[in-house]
């Protein structure tokens, strides 16, 4: 497994190791890495000839008052996982080597997509993800990228931003990996203590409760919203930010629902601010 | 020479043509061909195995009262230039082709290049410019692109973003065509009369007065723009917009002048907008 941490190595791998027709499958991840980017890393293996994993805790994705120093840095032990997993090359630049000090371009989606939920709640986010995915990209120039389905509307953002930009890689969407319990991995969780772990639990079951709503025959998505935020509204510990049942194509509000769709939640618990999101066809009901 | 106008057919060229190590040489026009381009694809045709000429008025880059309508178009006769200069590719996609109804990513460098001067006085050119290209760089994988002197500020700020976003390509920057007189030939200079084509000579008159001034040993650079703008205040057809010295990297005023310094200045004639620049390396002054 080769290790780089130069924008320059990455892109000497990339111009003389792959052959022409080889796919390079490119895992970008913020480390503190988990059996969810496991999952992706593992569809990367299965179908590329090489695969990368990016680790960089890109600091124009976090907010001025959001976690960003206190995000977990383990370098030891995401390189050992990489190993593990038999990934090719890990690039592991550091801020400086990404981030210049006159570094100055910006990539950013202005769109419905990137207003509403994580956009609103998070502003400067989504164009701090644009902006080093872009670079990623270039670096890596990925065939396959893998993104897991935990950040749904980040998955939605890329897949945008590389149609409009007409990068060169295919978007693989991978599904959330779940504790047995249904709490979806997070870098995040590990902050949680054990009561706060507990009750965090309360987001997947009302996303499930939203589901089983929707699977009922309930097609009000003003209903299906509030029954979920009834559920966290039952739990004390947690904060709610958003739960909303929408597109799962555009995230517009879709009334009655149909085709696909996705409940996406945000709340907060002891600090530790948590998503996730449940995708849901929509049955076909008598008459329509 | 093939010619492509959908995204698909340049991609699907640029995978399978090239050979590895091959270089692809990009000239990025927005037509109405004339022999600066021609200078550019020359230099391009010099050292790459294969040249790519795109030919795409952007709407992104002009403001809503500039001449995107107006815009000169002769989509034949830059073909027949393209054939007599063996072009290989000639991409010329349509505006929907390029941007989709629902298209909203942008690529935006911001700093002090691209605030002043062009930056200032057509506020979302840059953005227009910067996104364009990144779509063109990713389509057609140019490992060198060219450039035209006369934009000098749009050539820094394709310097910058090629930097910051890690663009596998190297920016070439060919110096300015001109007419025996001196006039930079712009593919605007056909909507000028004859008697403002005359006038319009003291855009590079006022720029050679400048560089005469520091090479005779000036170096305050209030004097030499007092100096330029003198010069085009004579002449009454002109209109003004800018004419300053500045460092030729950053374009930040410098002072005392010295080092690489660039005279740009920009105006208007007629209703046509002209702009040009000369480069100059300022002598050391004894005892400095």
Sequence with gaps: ???????????????????????????????????????????????????????FVNPLQFGPREDYGQYPRNREQDLATCQEEDVDVVFAPSVPEMYPSDFSTHVEVVSHLTRVLEGSSRPGHFRGVSTVLTKLFCLAAPTKSYFGQKDYQQALLVETMVRDLNIPTEIVLVPTVREPDGLALSSRNRYLSPSDRQAALVLYRSLEAGRRHILHGVRDPGQVERHMQQIVGREPRAHLEYLVVRSAVSLQLRKPLRGQVVMLGALRIGGVRLIDNLLVRVPESEGT
């Design 1 to 55: 497994m080769k290790c780089y941490d130069t924008c320059a190595a990455m892109r000497n791998w990339r111009n003389f190791v792959p052959e022409a027709g080889d796919d390079v499958g490119l895992v970008p991840t913020m480390g503190a890495l988990h059996d969810g980017h496991r999952a992706l890393i593992r569809r990367a293996r299965a179908t590329c000839n090489h695969v990368v994993v990016s680790i």
